[in-house]
């Protein structure tokens, strides 16, 4: 049996390329077709594996800016010839999912969650451009939603990396899907003894993540505030945070598990689709501070391993901070950090194994 993978672009190292390397270790004769490849963003264990990158690779700019070729990326992925595949695992966020297959091949998507731009973040996301652009913007994203919604009939099992992305799913594409969580690594996130009075923030540096919010929440509380991350927003939420504000750029991930290990609590203000940094937090036994809607629904219990605020508010986020701060001896890091099992990386192998055996009818294994 023949499996290739297909993702949508691999240039940053996050979640989903996470998802990517642990395939890649269930099925490692598996090829990578992908739309872009940035090597140099990219740790180094990929350069081992074999990664098919689209035409965009060679487009002008292609890598750097490939968000610029969005119009393309249908075209692209529908480019990939697979015929000689008899599985396709698609990990999309974007356009993955839209790829050909023949008739017989049985295609799975991991779905991180359907075209957040096109759908629920579309009004978002035109909001600040002005009429003219708008309008561009408007003319494009209604052929590529059109596209989005026929290309995910060429899915035969969809895969929902929540229960929330699975409401989603069903809401913009028509389509029922199972859900298997995400995988984190709590055998390299975990807990020590040691506690600091700081709070923590891991997170890309763009709007939509809130961390303006939280800058201004622990401006008013002058409570000390590590952010860990870096993105569009950077220079701007600077400029704006006081000197109990630090600003630690990207680090690596031993780097970053240490800040963990040792906050008072982790502090998660924007929605998203999962939310894999929370569940980080609590591997290594810190309570979160959350927006509670999303999928923090999902990873965090109120009152046991976090604390929810209800909108995304100075005076409610202010409100759990000071709930945080009043009760923090009842949170216990052997509870929390049992409640991150939940998502580990052995549970995610076993049911992405266990499923794609049973969508295939057995073949892994016959």
């Not at 140099?40 to 350069?47: G, L, R, S, T, V």
């Not at 622990?218 to 000390?224: A, G, V």
């Not at 629904?297 to 976090?306: H, Q």
């Amino acid at each position: 049996m023949k499996i290739a993978i297909v993702h949508d672009w691999l240039t940053n190292m996050g979640g989903a390329e996470r998802i990517i390397r642990i395939l890649h270790q269930l099925f490692p004769d598996a090829p990578i077709y992908t739309i872009v490849y940035n090597k140099n963003n990219m740790p180094k264990d990929f350069e081992k594996m074999d990664i098919r990158p689209s035409f965009i690779q060679n487009m002008p700019f292609g890598v750097k800016k490939y968000q610029s070729y969005l119009p393309l990326m249908p075209i692209a992925v529908e480019n990939f010839d697979l015929s000689e595949y008899d599985v396709i695992l698609s990990s999309s966020t974007a356009c993955a999912k839209g790829v050909i297959t023949r008739s017989d091949t049985v295609h799975i998507c991991y779905c991180n969650t359907p075209m957040r731009y096109a759908w629920d973040m579309y009004h978002d996301y035109v909001r600040d451009k002005g009429t003219f652009v708008r309008g561009i913007i408007s003319l494009l994203m209604n052929y590529i939603r059109l596209w989005d919604r026929v290309s995910a009939d060429r899915v035969d099992y969809f895969i929902a990396n929540s229960n929330n992305v699975a409401n989603r799913i069903q809401k913009h594409y028509k389509r029922e899907s199972s859900v298997i969580y995400p995988p984190v690594d709590t055998d390299f996130y975990t807990p020590i003894d040691e506690n600091e009075d700081y709070y923590l923030i891991v997170s890309r540096l763009v709007p939509y993540k809130k961390i303006d919010l939280a800058i201004e929440v622990f401006n008013d509380m002058e409570l000390p505030l590590v952010i860990i991350g870096d993105g569009s927003e950077l220079d701007k939420y600077k400029s704006i945070a006081k000197e109990n504000i630090r600003f630690l750029g990207r680090l690596k991930d031993k780097e970053v598990r240490d800040y963990y290990r040792r906050c008072r609590a982790f502090i998660f203000p924007g929605e998203e689709d999962f939310g894999i940094t929370p569940v980080e937090a609590q591997a290594c036994g810190r309570p979160v501070i959350a927006y509670g809607k999303g999928g923090a629904l999902e990873t965090i219990i109120d009152k046991k391993t976090g604390v929810f605020f209800k909108d995304q508010s100075v005076q409610a986020l202010k409100e759990a901070v000071m709930y945080l701060e009043d009760y923090a001896d009842q949170f216990n890091k052997e509870i929390i950090r049992n409640h991150a099992f939940k998502f580990s990386t052995k549970r995610f192998e076993e049911e992405m194994v266990r499923l794609i055996d049973e969508k295939t009818k057995g073949a892994l294994s016959s």
